[in-house]
């Protein structure tokens, strides 16, 4: 077996492993732990907040264009957020007014 294959072959066992380590865990009549309740109810907004965080670390507001193509992408994308309550819709909407803005205007 080829080292890439081997490679492929263990990510495929661990991803799978992953998924269903929950259902072993917590399937059946088993209550889900409040800690683990708990981590489900925080987790995504905090990861929501490191990636706004991670994905504007480099805007540069001592120098043109001063973020306000990052500023009015971000703002869009509470707009529809808050609009249409749609993830997805919110992604795709800001995505394409930071390229329109950075392509077009800035």
Same mark, same amino acid.
């Given at each position: 077996m080829s080292h890439a294959a081997l490679i492929i072959a263990v990510a495929a066992l661990v991803t799978v492993a992953?998924?269903?380590l929950p259902f072993l865990l917590f399937g059946g009549k088993? @209550?889900?732990?409040?800690?683990?309740a708990y981590l489900g109810r925080v987790l995504p907004s905090a990861i929501m907040a490191m990636? +706004? +965080?991670?994905?504007?670390?480099?805007v540069q507001l001592t120098a043109? $264009?001063?973020?306000? $193509? @990052?500023l009015l992408s971000c703002a869009v994308v509470v707009l529809?957020?808050?609009?249409?309550? !749609?993830?997805?819709? !919110?992604?795709l909407g800001g995505t394409a007014c930071y390229m329109l803005l950075v392509q077009l205007i800035f």
């Open positions: 992953l998924r269903f088993r @209550e889900t732990p409040p800690f683990i990636l +706004v +965080v991670y994905c504007l670390r480099n043109a $264009p001063f973020g306000i $193509p @990052e529809l957020h808050v609009w249409k309550r !749609s993830t997805i819709l !919110s992604i």
